[in-house]
């Protein structure tokens, strides 16, 4: 069974710190993996990886997949109030007809003042 | 591009009762997915539509489940004889598949609650 795994579960930290979030997956046939941020509502698409080693940079945000590792990190630079939420990683696996998401848990982010 | 949307936002219902939920895609995309939600989990594929056909259903998706696709635009998901096991954020995706990995795009989701 496909598997997704997210640590920490939660985290609280002071506004300006840098944070690494985690996903370690075990599946198969993997298309890509994808991180998403989800505050009250629906999750929101942050980045999308397909190719190890290469890094995927928006802002304050950045990722990065190993693929040997089967593993992917998501960096937050001088965290801000505004990025706490829920960090969802997500890996697409090819199923012949469909590529479908596998969830992990999340990442709570906490950012106090 | 006005992105996913679901309606309603929210659904109260009692045990038993029958609910019918609705997503629009954003506009030209051909796959439309369907995932259910618990609290502190991440959500949980449930089936998936290219165009109009339904493609693929998780073994979570029981028979009082039903999804339907009519003309590849929105889609409706129903479930009869809700059980209170079934209270859940139901959320809507839909991507754009043109030969390469697609990204999903999610609407705001339908929390349903069944008393």
């Known amino acids: 069974e496909d598997k997704v795994v997210q640590s920490p579960l939660s985290l609280v930290v002071h506004e300006g710190d840098t944070v690494t979030l985690n996903c370690s997956y075990e599946?198969?046939?993997?298309?890509?993996l994808l991180w998403y941020k989800q505050e009250k509502k629906a999750p929101t698409f942050l980045f999308m990886l397909?190719?190890?080693?290469i890094e995927k940079k928006s802002g304050r945000l950045s990722s990065i997949l190993d693929k040997k590792e089967l593993s992917s990190i998501l960096n937050i630079t001088a965290t801000q109030t505004g990025d706490s939420a829920i960090y969802l990683c997500?890996?697409?696996?090819?199923?012949?007809?469909?590529?479908?998401?596998?969830f992990g848990t999340g990442t709570r982010l906490q950012v106090t003042l | 591009d006005t992105g996913v949307s679901q309606n309603p936002r929210h659904k109260i219902t009692k045990r038993g009762q029958n609910v019918t939920f609705r997503c629009d895609p954003i506009?030209?995309?051909?796959?439309l997915y369907w995932y259910r939600q618990t609290l502190g989990q991440g959500p949980e594929f449930l089936t998936y539509?290219?165009?109009?056909?339904?493609?693929?259903k998780s073994r979570l998706l029981s028979d009082r489940f039903s999804a339907e696709r009519p003309k590849g635009s929105f889609s409706t998901l129903e479930i009869q004889r809700t059980e209170q096991g079934d209270s859940a954020m139901y959320l809507c995706?839909?991507?754009?598949?043109?030969?390469?990995?697609?990204?999903?795009?999610f609407g705001p989701g339908t929390r349903l609650t069944v008393l």
């Open positions: 397909t190719s190890s080693g």
């Open positions: 997500a890996v697409s696996v090819n199923t012949g007809t469909a590529s479908k998401l596998t």
């Open positions: 506009s030209e995309h051909n796959r």
């Open positions: 539509f290219q165009n109009e056909a339904q493609l693929e």
């Open positions: 995706a839909s991507s754009l598949v043109a030969g390469g990995p697609d990204t999903q795009y």
């Open positions: 599946v198969t046939n993997f298309r890509s």
